[in-house]
Each structure stands twice: as structure tokens, then as C-alpha cells.
Nanobody, 122 residues
Framework: VQLQASGGGLVQPGGSLRLSCAAS????????VGWFRQAPGKEREGVSC???????NYADSVKGRFTISRDNARNMAYLETNSLKPEDTAVYYC?????????????????WGEGTQVTVSS
């Protein structure tokens, strides 16, 4: 399955963005979808994961601010980001694979899309 993330941009602190992950060449129905981010000079980190049964998991740093969702009919997944902080600035990637969202390390995912840049700055 091929993935493409979109929806990034420049936003002021406290602002919101809705990131989208479009899948093609296969179905997301039976796959977990993870969102990851990588800031300059830092390792890629997990942000959130949603299972085929809509179970979710979030990094502590985004709990209560970010919401992951999926729309299998559209073969899409989303990451709603609210109350954005400068430290959320990074390239955000979506990934999909048959992995448990309880442990959604990046190296478990075999399908990745191009990232989308999120910059939080005044």
C-alpha cells in the first residue's frame, strides 16, 4: 500500500492543523496506521497509532491535544492536532502495517508515505 501525508503548514502556537494520510494500491482496513514525526537533529518518534478496530494510543507529549482517526470507506487516516506548541515542529509521517498499537515502534511499519512539514511559530 502506498501512503501520502498532507495537511502540514505554518501555524501559530495554540493553533490547529488536520493532517491526512491517503492510501492507494491497497486497503487500510486490516492495518494499523501510525503517525510519526521527526524534528531536525532528532530521532523519529511515535505520535499516535490507530488499530483496525479503532483502538488508539498516543505519546504522552500529545495526549489531550491530538486525535487520530480513520475512514476505511475513503481509505484515509487523519491526525487532528490542536493547541500546537513550537516543540511540535517536525516532519510528520504516516505509516501502515499489521502491528499492535500497544507497541507501535517505527521499525514495525513497512509502509511509509512522504512526510508533511508542520511548523509552529509566531
Amino acid at each position: 500500500v502506498q501512503l501520502q501525508a498532507s495537511g502540514g503548514g505554518l501555524v501559530q502556537p495554540g493553533g490547529s492543523l488536520r493532517l491526512s494520510c491517503a492510501a492507494s494500491g491497497g486497503t487500510l482496513d486490516y492495518l494499523a496506521v501510525g503517525w510519526f514525526r521527526q524534528a531536525p537533529g532528532k530521532e523519529r518518534e511515535g505520535v499516535s497509532c490507530i488499530s483496525p478496530a479503532d483502538g488508539t494510543n498516543y505519546a504522552d507529549s500529545v495526549k489531550g491535544r491530538f486525535t487520530i482517526s480513520r475512514d476505511n470507506a475513503r481509505n484515509m487516516a487523519y491526525l487532528e492536532t490542536n493547541s500546537l506548541k513550537p516543540e511540535d515542529t517536525a516532519v510528520y509521517y504516516c505509516a501502515a502495517d499489521k502491528v499492535p498499537c500497544e507497541h507501535y515502534a517505527a521499525n514495525y511499519f513497512g509502509n511509509w508515505g512522504e512526510g508533511t512539514q508542520v511548523t509552529v511559530s509566531s
